[in-house]
């Protein structure tokens, strides 16, 4: 089993939709989460830390679920720009190293 | 902002030549990593620094080694380069987990290919 699965998608939605990820990781002990975004050709960057009581930053929302070991990503009002690849990050403790999801797939259409 | 900066964003190379990788970050961090992205598979760690001539094997560290004798740079060498080896690499920086949650800021990524 991979250490952290999301579901690779395409997700093809139209502008204004909402949209929701869910990714799973196996390592319980895991202590830090956070979702990337990854345009095509280029490289990965920080979208949000996801926090045990759930956070919001604009149109994203994030939540964990350390009993059910997933956290997930809403997106709400879709924009065009929001096409992207969608990376579920995990750091499994103790490590120093990030363990990743292979990413889902968004694209928004007009 | 942090700055990760990779020496090249397009590579091509032959097969058996030795490769360098170069990697120079600007924030002081103590950790850095070399990862290889391809489709279908995401992101592989390689090799990872979490301190001047400190290295450990990530998950597929074969055909690479590290070099890492001052903290701002972090080379990856492709010691006999093969067709296998050709993808994107992307080197990233972050400070110690002690610091707190801790992301991974990333460079430009280097798009290799082996010919």
């Known amino acids: 089993r991979k250490e952290v699965e999301q579901d690779p998608g395409p997700f093809n939605v139209p502008e204004g939709a909402t949209v929701a990820f869910n990714c799973t990781y196996s390592?319980?002990?895991?202590?830090?989460f956070f979702w990337y975004r990854q345009d095509c050709r280029k490289e990965p960057k920080l979208l949000m830390s996801?926090?045990?009581s759930g956070n919001e930053d604009g149109r994203f929302t994030a939540q964990l679920n350390r009993a059910s070991q997933y956290i997930s990503l809403l997106i709400r009002d879709s924009k065009l720009s929001d096409s992207a690849t969608y990376l579920c990050?995990?750091?499994?403790?103790?490590?120093?190293?990030?363990?990743f999801g292979a990413g889902t797939r968004l694209t928004v259409k007009p | 902002d942090v700055k990760v900066t990779q020496s090249s964003r397009y590579l091509v190379k032959r097969t058996g030549e030795k490769v360098f990788l170069e990697c120079v970050q600007d924030?002081?961090?103590?950790?850095m990593f070399w990862y290889r992205q391809d489709p279908g598979l995401g992101l592989r760690l390689i090799y990872f620094?979490?301190?001047?001539?400190?290295?450990e094997k990530g998950d597929i560290p074969e055909g690479y080694s590290v070099s890492r004798e001052k903290k701002e740079r972090f080379s990856l060498i492709l010691e006999s380069a093969s067709t296998n080896q050709t993808s994107m690499y992307l080197c990233?920086?972050?400070?110690?987990?002690?610091?707190?949650?801790?992301?991974?800021?990333f460079g430009d990524g280097t798009r290799l290919s082996i010919l």
């Open positions: 990050v995990v750091i499994p403790l103790p490590a120093y190293d990030m363990r």
């Open positions: 390592n319980s002990a895991s202590q830090s």
């Open positions: 924030m002081d961090h103590e950790n």
């Open positions: 620094s979490y301190d001047v001539k400190m290295k």
């Open positions: 996801v926090y045990s």
């Open positions: 990233a920086s972050s400070l110690p987990i002690t610091a707190g949650t801790s992301p991974q800021h």
